[in-house]
């Protein structure tokens, strides 16, 4: 049922992609059509395997990947990474790399004291560093967990916001809240909260601090100042781990002002222990139709075009 997918979507996609045609037999599965096709289409969910069989989710992503992969001769590196198991959500859903980017920032932050990934929206980016600090902390590498972010809005203000300092950052870290609550649990979160083991700060917050034995994430990096970044990047203590994430597509500072995230970036690329990763559309693993607005979006920003205002024309016309 897995490798049907919902009313046989990932059948039907696979005969699109293959040529061959598939029935679904109660719990046998036939493979029909000429040769090459039918062969192909063999290959394709034996690569597949690994994903199907134990029930976990399979989708558009998954097949065009492994199809590509079968093109170009690269199968055996997809089977090691289909096989691959970062974490298990509370859910029993096992999460792995979706790209092949997506495993190289794996092993990036494994391998690195600093990680700087760049890419567009819905490239996982934020997520993946999140089950890297978990898998940290749960194999007792770093004793905490610290989150932090720009407080900047995206293009609206939101005014003061009420509460002690957590309620007022908690907004802004939503999408790192959300992950761990896949991966925790909501009670387990909130319990480590409590006990400061994950901690959650303003940007601001940091100066002056020594991060030690820490997993620190920053997030929405492409807000911060030249100066923000330097601050937090030099705030990295003995045995401490930092991820830096952000889309630079997506700089809600004030015109004219250079993004530390841009900055570091550059200055920072072939830096010994620091490891610069760039996503790209290719690798968006959320709704097809967000890839293909990233693209749209992209080829406008390549164009160098905007959108002008146009008067309408009034409903009633004046004679």
Not at 161 to 184: E, I, M
Request: hydrophobic share 40%; net charge neutral; charged share 25%.
């Amino acid at each position: 049922m897995a490798l049907a997918g919902d009313a046989e979507g990932n059948l039907r996609l696979i005969e699109s992609l293959t040529g061959a045609r598939l029935a679904l037999r109660g719990m046998e599965l036939q493979i029909g059509g000429a040769e090459g096709p039918a062969h192909r289409a063999f290959r394709l969910i034996g690569l597949l395997r690994p994903l199907w069989e134990p029930g976990d989710p399979l989708g558009a992503i998954e097949i065009q990947q492994a199809l590509s992969a079968m093109d170009t001769g690269r199968t055996e590196e997809q089977q090691l990474r289909f096989s691959e198991v970062l974490a298990i959500q509370l859910n029993g859903r096992r999460l792995r790399p979706r790209s092949s980017r997506q495993h190289a920032f794996v092993e990036a932050i494994e391998q690195h004291a600093l990680t700087i990934a760049i890419g567009p929206a819905g490239t996982g980016k934020t997520f993946l560093a999140t089950i890297q600090a978990v898998r940290h902390l749960q194999d007792r590498k770093v004793e905490r967990i610290i989150l932090t972010r720009p407080a900047v809005e995206a293009g609206e203000r939101l005014g003061f916001l009420p509460g002690d300092l957590q309620q007022k950052v908690d907004p802004y870290l939503r999408p790192l809240y959300d992950a761990l609550h896949l991966l925790l649990g909501q009670e387990r979160t909130s319990q480590l909260m409590d006990k400061n083991i994950i901690e959650v700060a303003p940007l601001a917050y940091m100066r002056g601090r020594t991060l030690a034995d820490a997993f620190v994430i920053v997030d929405e990096a492409q807000n911060t100042s030249c100066a923000q970044m330097r601050m937090v990047l030099t705030r990295l203590g003995e045995n401490a781990r930092m991820v830096v994430t952000g889309d630079t597509t997506q700089i809600d500072l004030p015109p004219g002002q250079i993004s530390g995230l841009v900055e570091a970036a550059e200055v920072l690329d072939g830096v010994e222990g620091v490891a610069v990763c760039r996503f790209s559309d290719a690798d968006v693993v959320r709704h097809p139709l967000v890839q293909r607005m990233v693209q749209a979006y992209e080829r406008r920003d390549r164009s160098g075009s905007r959108p002008t205002t146009r008067r309408q024309p009034p409903l009633i016309r004046e004679r």
